[in-house]
């Protein structure tokens, strides 16, 4: 399998980045930080940063950033990427200390989305532990899962879906095919996981949309976190773009809310982890067996 261990964090172009930080601070529960060029870092436990926004007039994902666990691992993968004929490019020392990494080289899949491979995140000091003021079960899910996943809209679903499993070496672990999710349209989805077993850090499906992707994902540990943020959206006019619902294939109960750059954010609870041993992999025929529905305003 893959060197790559999980989806370490997450890069956003963004044109309103006051509108993002208090989005992660007051509606999300995460921890904000501004960089020296105006960035902004975006903390969901003790790594310096999951999510990083940088200002563009873009606002989609613009980096998906895959942790390996040690430099010798990352340099034999980049070599094997090479020698698959994919173009990898070490970054500068520059780039490294923006990502606060020790090791980084980066490609660009068939979608024109930059990945990022790397090793030695940088976590925060003991005096900046992670404490949200506003979660109240423990926080998100993240650690060896990685920050959550991303919803790729790709504009030829076969060739990423073959960018990731023959070029990067991650596992499919199972498909989704809904029949007129939309009024004629079909859906269809392919769901990638990466070494650790979080069920998938990416998805691929073509979707009626401008962006690149359909949405970002981040997990809390809690379900009462999920409802806290519902709220939180609501109450604030967040338009919930997928009511509280759930999934068939990674059994997340989530609900979706239109992040200040207009793609969605999933917010959830409860996801398996996969165990290789004993996993099939299987085809369902639906996006979600309750809820999810689309524009429900209060969520439910």
Same mark, same amino acid.
């Given at each position: #399998? *893959? ?6 964090? #997450? ?30 870092? $975006? ?9 990083? $926004? ?36 070490? +970054? ?6 923006? !990502? ?16 990022? =491979? ?7 000091? #003991? ?105 939180? +959206? ?5 338009? $919930?773009?997928? &009511? ?9 109960? &989530?609900?979706?809310? !239109?992040?200040?750059?207009? =793609?969605? $954010? ?22 979600? *067996?309750?809820?999810?529905? #689309? ?6």
């Amino acid at each position: #399998m *893959s060197p790559i261990s999980n989806l370490g964090y #997450m890069c956003i172009a963004a044109s309103d980045l006051d509108a993002w930080e208090h989005f992660a601070s007051a509606i999300l529960g995460g921890i904000c930080h501004r960089t020296a060029d105006g960035g902004l870092l $975006i903390r969901l436990d003790e790594l310096e940063y999951r999510l990083q $926004i940088f200002r563009s007039d873009d606002d989609d994902l613009a980096v998906a950033g895959w942790a390996v666990d040690s430099v010798r691992e990352l340099e034999d993968f980049v070599t094997s990427l090479r020698v698959k004929g994919l173009a990898v490019h070490e +970054c500068s020392a520059q780039e490294r200390d923006a !990502r606060m990494v020790e090791c980084l080289y980066w490609c660009v899949d068939p979608d024109g989305l930059r990945h990022e =491979f790397f090793t030695g995140a940088r976590h925060a000091t #003991m005096a900046r532990a992670f404490a949200s003021r506003l979660l109240v079960g423990g926080g998100f899910e993240t650690g060896r899962l990685g920050v959550g996943h991303y919803l790729q809209n790709a504009r030829n679903p076969a060739d990423t879906v073959a960018f990731y499993e023959q070029m990067l070496d991650l596992k499919v672990s199972d498909y989704i095919k809904e029949k007129d999710y939309l009024p004629g349209v079909d859906v269809e989805g392919t769901f990638i996981r990466a070494r650790t077993g979080r069920h998938h850090s990416v998805a691929v499906t073509a979707m009626p949309t401008p962006k690149r992707v359909h949405h970002i994902m981040v997990q809390f540990k809690s379900l009462e976190d999920v409802g806290l943020c519902l709220d939180r +959206c609501v109450d604030a006019g967040i338009p $919930i773009e997928h &009511s509280l619902g759930h999934h068939p294939n990674d059994r997340m109960t &989530s609900f979706y809310a !239109r992040t200040p750059s207009g =793609f969605s $954010i999933e917010c959830g609870w409860g996801a398996i982890v996969v165990d290789d041993r004993d996993w099939e992999i299987k085809t369902y025929s639906e996006l979600s *067996s309750w809820g999810h529905r #689309m524009g429900a305003q209060s969520g439910l």
